[in-house]
């Protein structure tokens, strides 16, 4: 079994920065790849970036490239998600994610990732003024 525990969230001003952890404990060497999902009110989930863990290789969705960094400190067992330059249509609660046969798509901009077995509980993030 596979827990993750997100942290993070918070309220912050449009432009302003957060950053999520995904800290994941139990069998985590079957967690080949690890991801950020979110999920507005009213709104599907979506999939905002993925990083797998035994090439590094990172995705992002177009609505977040250039503005997220995925990245991954190994020695404490947690992925990061850096937000820069917030935006209110950001405003969702963030999902860390895992797997270990997973499925990545880009379609339109979209990111799709298939497979992920084990999911965090989620941490909201609220972008306004």
């Known amino acids: 079994q596979v827990q993750l525990v997100e942290s993070g969230g918070g309220w912050v001003q449009p432009g302003g920065s957060l950053r999520l952890s995904c800290a994941a404990s139990?069998?985590?060497?079957?967690?080949?790849?690890i991801a950020w999902f979110r999920q507005a009110p009213g709104r599907e989930r979506e999939a905002v970036s993925c990083?797998?863990?035994?090439?590094?290789?990172?995705h992002y969705a177009d609505s977040v490239k250039g503005r997220f960094t995925i990245s991954r400190d190994n020695a404490k067992n947690t992925v990061y998600l850096q937000m820069n330059s917030l935006k209110p249509e950001d405003t969702a609660v963030y999902y860390c994610?895992?797997?270990?046969?997973?499925?990545?798509?880009?379609?339109?901009?979209?990111?799709?990732?298939?497979?992920?077995?084990?999911w965090g509980k989620g941490t909201l993030v609220t972008v306004s003024s």
């Open positions: 994610a895992g797997g270990s046969i997973t499925t990545i798509q880009n379609m339109g901009g979209a990111l799709k990732i298939y497979g992920m077995d084990y």
């Open positions: 990083l797998s863990t035994t090439d590094g290789s990172t």
């Open positions: 139990g069998f985590t060497s079957e967690l080949w790849t």
